[in-house]
């Protein structure tokens, strides 16, 4: 079986992961976590640093910074006795998880859902919800129990 796990610094995300780690895997089970660096939005970057030099330098922090997320979430799912392997990726999560799970043939997609609604779900969008839609596979979206929120 193969898992796809996106991760990201909420407690969503981490309640995914722990869902992941405690769950029982038939043997030989593989997770691939992958995190998703957002590139900035060029309007707001061209004014304050036109050319994309700050663009750059502000990917390639995002992409430092996830790829210690994704390890991080790598090693504690080794510890669980899981074949793992991290991913950084850059773009809209929405659309990356989906082709991650397509491009590693995940049996299962795994992601923490922020539980946004009205406005907030509007002008960010909902991962999970375009994830169940669009995965071309089974997706677990994971929730943090009340008393944690």
Not at 68 to 84: I, N, P, V
Request: glycine residues 8%; contains cysteine.
């Amino acid at each position: 079986m193969k898992i796809l796990l996106g991760v990201d610094d909420s407690p969503h995300s981490r309640a995914a992961l722990d869902y992941v780690k405690q769950a029982k895997w038939p043997a030989g089970t593989q997770a691939v976590v992958v995190s998703v660096a957002r590139p900035a939005v060029g309007a707001y970057t061209e004014v304050y640093a036109p050319g994309g030099a700050l663009n750059d330098s502000m990917l390639e922090e995002q992409v430092r910074y996830h790829q210690e997320l994704a390890s991080k979430a790598e090693q504690e799912l080794q510890g669980s006795g899981l074949e793992t392997e991290a991913r950084v990726l850059s773009g809209d999560p929405r659309e990356v998880l989906v082709e991650a799970a397509r491009a590693v043939r995940a049996d299962l997609v795994v992601v923490g859902s922020h539980g946004r609604s009205g406005l907030a779900k509007l002008l960010m969008g909902s991962v999970a919800a375009h994830v169940v839609a669009h995965a071309p596979c089974n997706v677990m979206v994971v929730k943090l129990a009340a008393e944690a929120k």
